[in-house]
């Protein structure tokens, strides 16, 4: 993800909070953390590119990713 916004010079701050619930989400009992990369994108990467595209979050900016109310807060700063 952050080699994806390192051109726009993003910074991305993930939070431990938010790397346990992406841990949490993206576990399964029978297949382990194969989810993951599926829990990143859908809960990570398609809204930060629908806030890229609408223009949400300018060039240089930090990003911070933290979780609350049982899903994923993005701040832009």
Not at 48 to 66: F, N, W
């Amino acid at each position: 993800v952050q080699k994806l916004l390192k051109d726009r010079k993003i910074a991305l701050d993930l939070t431990d909070a938010a790397k346990r619930w992406l841990g949490r989400v993206g576990y399964d009992p029978v297949y382990g953390a194969r989810p993951l990369k599926r829990a990143v994108q859908r809960y990570l990467q398609d809204p930060l590119a629908e806030k890229l595209l609408a223009g949400e979050i300018p060039d240089g900016a930090t990003v911070r990713i933290d979780e609350g109310d049982g899903e994923l807060n993005i701040a832009v700063g």
